[in-house]
C-alpha cells in the first residue's frame, strides 16, 4: 500500500466518529431505547465487539438483525449506523446486532468480510444467552455495508448450514473488479472508489471473488430474498441494479426500490420520502423473521 494512501485511510478511520453524521435527520424512532449492550463474538480473525439493541417490550422471539455500517471499509464506526438500528427496532420490535468489524488500513479482504459472517453464523447458532433461531436471523447495510451483506448472504448460501431469512443491500457497492465507470463524478468521488481497492482489497486477483464482488458470483441461486435499495444519481446505482435484476434471473424474491433524483446520501437528501422507505424495509425485516 502507498504510504499516503495509508496515512489517508488511517486519517478516515480514526476520524469518523466526528466527521460522519448523515443520518442525524432521520432519528423517527427509537431514540429512548437504551444505549446497546456490548458483547464480544469471536470469529476466525478474533473477538468482535458487537452492540446489541432491543426494544423495551418483550422483542420478537428469537429474531436478530445483523446489521454491517457502511465507510467504504475504512471507518471503524458502528454508531454512524446508530440512527437506523434504534429506528429498525422501534419500529420491528427484532433486536439490532451492529458489528464492529475491522477495517483498512489495518486489515485488508477478506478480514471483515470473514469477521461479518461469522458474527451473523454465530446469532444463526444461537447468540449465546440471546438465544436466537437460525431462520430468524436477517442482514443488512449501507454502501460497503451492503456488500457485506450480499456476501454473508453468499458465504452461509455456500456453507449450507444456514441461510439469512433476507438480505437489506442499501445502496450497494458490488462489484471491485470492473474498472469502467469509475471516473464517473458523484458523491463518492472516483477518488474514494480508488482509494478502497488501493486500501482494502490490495491484491487485484481477489477483487473478482464472488464472496468480495458478489455481482461476479456464477451462480445466485439459493439465495435469501432481497431488498435492494438504490438512487437515480448514486454511482453505485448500476451495481444494485444488475444485482436486483440477476437475483430475480435467479429465482431469489426482490423487492428493488430506487429513490428518484439521490445520489449516495439518498435518505438524508429527502427525508420525507426516507420515511417510506425505512417503513418499507422494516416491514420486509419483520415480515422475514416473525
Given at each position: 500500500?502507498?504510504l499516503?494512501?495509508?496515512?489517508?485511510?488511517?486519517?478516515?478511520?480514526?476520524?469518523?466518529?466526528?466527521?460522519?453524521?448523515?443520518?442525524?435527520?432521520?432519528?423517527?424512532?427509537?431514540?429512548?431505547?437504551?444505549?446497546?449492550?456490548?458483547?464480544?463474538?469471536?470469529?476466525?480473525?478474533?473477538?468482535?465487539?458487537?452492540?446489541?439493541?432491543?426494544?423495551?417490550?418483550?422483542?420478537?422471539?428469537?429474531a436478530?438483525?445483523?446489521?454491517?455500517?457502511?465507510?467504504?471499509?475504512?471507518?471503524?464506526?458502528?454508531?454512524?449506523?446508530?440512527?437506523?438500528?434504534?429506528?429498525?427496532?422501534?419500529?420491528?420490535?427484532?433486536?439490532?446486532?451492529?458489528?464492529?468489524?475491522?477495517?483498512?488500513?489495518?486489515?485488508?479482504?477478506?478480514?471483515?468480510?470473514?469477521?461479518?459472517?461469522?458474527?451473523?453464523?454465530?446469532?444463526?447458532?444461537?447468540?449465546?444467552?440471546?438465544?436466537?433461531?437460525?431462520?430468524?436471523?436477517?442482514?443488512g447495510?449501507?454502501?460497503?455495508?451492503?456488500?457485506?451483506?450480499?456476501?454473508?448472504?453468499?458465504?452461509?448460501?455456500?456453507?449450507?448450514?444456514?441461510?439469512?431469512?433476507?438480505?437489506?443491500?442499501?445502496?450497494?457497492?458490488?462489484?471491485?473488479?470492473?474498472?469502467?465507470?469509475?471516473?464517473?463524478?458523484?458523491?463518492?468521488?472516483?477518488?474514494?472508489?480508488?482509494?478502497?481497492?488501493r486500501?482494502?482489497?490490495?491484491?487485484?486477483?481477489?477483487?473478482?471473488?464472488?464472496?468480495?464482488?458478489?455481482?461476479?458470483?456464477?451462480?445466485?441461486?439459493g439465495?435469501?430474498?432481497?431488498?435492494?435499495?438504490?438512487?437515480?444519481?448514486?454511482?453505485?446505482?448500476?451495481?444494485?441494479?444488475?444485482?436486483?435484476?440477476?437475483?430475480?434471473?435467479?429465482?431469489?424474491?426482490?423487492?428493488?426500490?430506487?429513490?428518484?433524483g439521490?445520489?449516495?446520501?439518498?435518505?438524508?437528501?429527502?427525508?420525507?420520502?426516507?420515511?417510506?422507505?425505512m417503513?418499507?424495509?422494516?416491514?420486509?425485516?419483520?415480515?422475514?423473521?416473525?
Open positions: 500500500m502507498r499516503n494512501d495509508r496515512i489517508t485511510a488511517a486519517a478516515m478511520h480514526a476520524t469518523a466518529r466526528w466527521t460522519v453524521r448523515y443520518g442525524e435527520p432521520l432519528r423517527f424512532a427509537g431514540s429512548d431505547l437504551p444505549r446497546p449492550r456490548v458483547v464480544r463474538v469471536p470469529t476466525r480473525h478474533g473477538r468482535v465487539r458487537v452492540h446489541v439493541y432491543r426494544p423495551h417490550a418483550d422483542p420478537v422471539p428469537g436478530a438483525h445483523v446489521h454491517f455500517h457502511g465507510g467504504a471499509f475504512l471507518m471503524r464506526y458502528p454508531f454512524m449506523d446508530d440512527w437506523w438500528c434504534r429506528y429498525l427496532v422501534a419500529t420491528t420490535g427484532v433486536p439490532v446486532l451492529n458489528v464492529d468489524f475491522r477495517a483498512a488500513p489495518y486489515v485488508a479482504y477478506p478480514v471483515a468480510h470473514h469477521q461479518c459472517h461469522d458474527v451473523a453464523a454465530w446469532a444463526a447458532a444461537g447468540g449465546g444467552d440471546l438465544r436466537l433461531h437460525a431462520d430468524r436471523i436477517s442482514v447495510g449501507f454502501s460497503s455495508g451492503g456488500n457485506l451483506a450480499a456476501s454473508v448472504s453468499l458465504q452461509a448460501r455456500d456453507g449450507g448450514r444456514w441461510l439469512p431469512a433476507v438480505q437489506v443491500l442499501g445502496i450497494p457497492a458490488l462489484d471491485f473488479h470492473d474498472e469502467a465507470g469509475l471516473d464517473e463524478p458523484g458523491m463518492i468521488t472516483p477518488e474514494l472508489r480508488r482509494l478502497v481497492r486500501a482494502y482489497f490490495p491484491d487485484p486477483a481477489t477483487r473478482r471473488e464472488p464472496w468480495a464482488s458478489p455481482l461476479l458470483a456464477p451462480d445466485l441461486s439465495l435469501p430474498p432481497a431488498v435492494v435499495l438504490t438512487a437515480e444519481r448514486d454511482v453505485l446505482r448500476h451495481d444494485g441494479r444488475r444485482y436486483a435484476a440477476r437475483l430475480r434471473e435467479a429465482g431469489v424474491q426482490v423487492l428493488h426500490d430506487e429513490t428518484p439521490a445520489d449516495h446520501y439518498f435518505l438524508t437528501e429527502n427525508p420525507v420520502r426516507a420515511r417510506r422507505t417503513a418499507l424495509v422494516a416491514e420486509a425485516v419483520r415480515a422475514a423473521v416473525s
